[in-house]
């Protein structure tokens, strides 16, 4: 089979064919997928090896995050800045990620973007998603990127095992300052996974994760029931990026 057909299956490029061959590039989980119903004879094995693939997209010191990420049954995220990683649309993951000067922007936006399929799996992790105010309009890219990206986030909203609040900024009393992360499982203690500069650092002493969970309830406390916050999502599409 050519590179040409293939593409045509997968519904990518033959140069896109040609950079995965050669593993300059990571691909989606989706042409891993369409590469064993092309070759029956692999058993699966494009599909079973493609979360190795995928692993090497992260950098080393992010990838145990992503595979307890992948293992979490609750997933509760606080970001003071900017839409985390969760939720971003390709075009945000793009534009943030960019900004880095990384040398495979394309396997980074692609890795990132395939970590969402924990929210949209047959039994999916649960999302709680608590952002400030200003991080729906601190600008990144176009208006257009923007409303697409408060788009996906209400979108999310609406979804029953997920729940987003945002707090307004007159109720933001900055005493939780760090973007951080909350990862319950069926089986085992919950870690903390905390972003900083120039790495995060992941957290599992239990007295490191009760403070968390309280500096996450405090934050609760602070942000606006979800209904009132889907209301502040289109409110702020509709003024600020239409």
């Known amino acids: 089979m050519s590179r040409i057909e293939l ?15 050669t593993g300059s590039r990571v691909p989606q989980l989706s042409f891993a997928e369409v590469c064993d119903e ?51 649309t390709p075009e945000y993951a793009r534009e943030m990620l960019r900004a880095g ?12 973007i395939e970590r969402q399929r924990i929210l949209t799996r047959e039994d999916p992790a649960r999302l709680w998603v608590i952002l400030n105010e200003s991080v729906l309009k601190n600008c ?18 609406e979804t029953p095992h997920h729940r987003v609040q945002i707090i307004p900024s007159a109720k933001f009393n900055g005493l939780v300052g ?25 957290l599992a002493d239990p007295a490191d994760v009760e403070m968390a969970r309280d500096g996450y309830d405090l934050l609760k406390s602070m942000a606006c029931p979800p209904d009132e916050s889907a209301e502040m999502l289109d409110s702020v599409s509709k003024e600020w990026y239409s």
């Not at 094995?45 to 997209?57: E, N, V």
């Not at 992010?62 to 969760?86: D, S």
């Not at 990144?140 to 909203?157: C, E, I, W, Y």
């Not at 973007?179 to 790495?199: I, N, Q, T, Y």
Request: net charge positive; proline share 8%.
């Open 140 to 157: 990144v890219g176009s208006s257009t990127l923007m409303r697409a990206q408060l788009t996906r986030l209400r979108d999310l909203a």
């Open 7 to 21: 593409g045509q299956k997968a519904a990518c490029s033959a140069s896109l064919v040609a950079k995965i061959e």
């Open 101 to 112: 000067r990384p040398n495979k922007l394309d396997d980074l936006v692609t890795a990132r």
């Open 178 to 202: 760090s973007p951080f992360g909350l990862l319950s499982f069926k089986e085992g203690a919950d870690v903390v996974h905390v972003e900083g500069f120039p790495k995060g650092y992941l």
């Open 38 to 88: 092309i070759f029956p004879h692999s058993q699966g094995r494009f599909a079973r090896l493609w979360p190795l693939a995928m692993r090497y997209a992260f950098p080393p010191w992010f990838r145990p995050y992503v595979e307890l990420e992948w293992k979490a049954t609750v997933v509760a995220m606080f970001h003071p800045q900017f839409f985390p990683g969760l939720v971003q």
